[in-house]
């Protein structure tokens, strides 16, 4: 069975149209990266975890904050490596100057026996939905039509796409 991740796809209104908060992946090998290395706040639904829950976990172990409100299922995608990920859209705002993201240890330099500790996510940022579909891993773009179309209100709540590329 191929694993699954929740994650919430905060997003709000302003006067040139909806954004969306995305998260850059931390550590040396996304960090020289923009196109491409951003994602929605997700990570691995638990046992006995309702996706709903795992999404809002994970957005506050990776953003360091809880959003406010009801997450409303946006729909499910299939990622390269065969990863299910269901979407949650949340109309809400957030300062990105505040975020503070779990960390993880990784060998830095490779075989130097050196451990270091880095950020899961580096930084955090609203991006109108066309700078969002640019920046974000190729195999999540079709959540960000998801949310495109439910904010529009034409969404049906469930979508099962499968993504071929990463």
């Known amino acids: 069975m191929s694993a699954m991740s ?9 006067e040139a149209g909806v954004e969306l908060l995305l998260a850059h992946f931390g550590g040396p090998l ?3 990266r923009d196109e491409g290395a951003w994602a929605i706040p997700k990570g691995a639904v638990e ?8 999404a809002l976990r994970e957005f506050a172990e990776e953003l360091g904050t809880v ?30 100057a ?11 330099p490779p075989r130097s026996g050196r451990i270091q500790s ?15 579909r640019a920046k974000i891993l190729p195999s999540q773009r079709r959540l960000v039509d998801l949310l495109d179309a439910h904010v529009a209100g034409s969404t049906t709540g469930s979508d099962d796409f499968r993504s071929t590329t990463r």
């Open 30 to 32: 996304w960090a020289h």
């Open 67 to 96: 959003p406010a409100g009801t997450p409303v299922p946006l729909g499910r995608i299939r990622q390269a490596g065969g990863k299910w990920v269901e979407a949650f859209a949340l109309e809400g705002d957030l300062d990105t």
């Open 98 to 108: 505040t975020v503070v993201s779990n960390r993880f240890d990784l060998e830095w």
């Open 6 to 14: 929740a994650g919430i796809m905060l997003w709000r209104r302003r």
């Open 47 to 54: 046992p006995g975890e309702t996706p709903a829950a795992a």
């Open 118 to 132: 880095f950020p899961e996510i580096d930084r955090a940022a609203w991006l109108d939905l066309a700078t969002a």
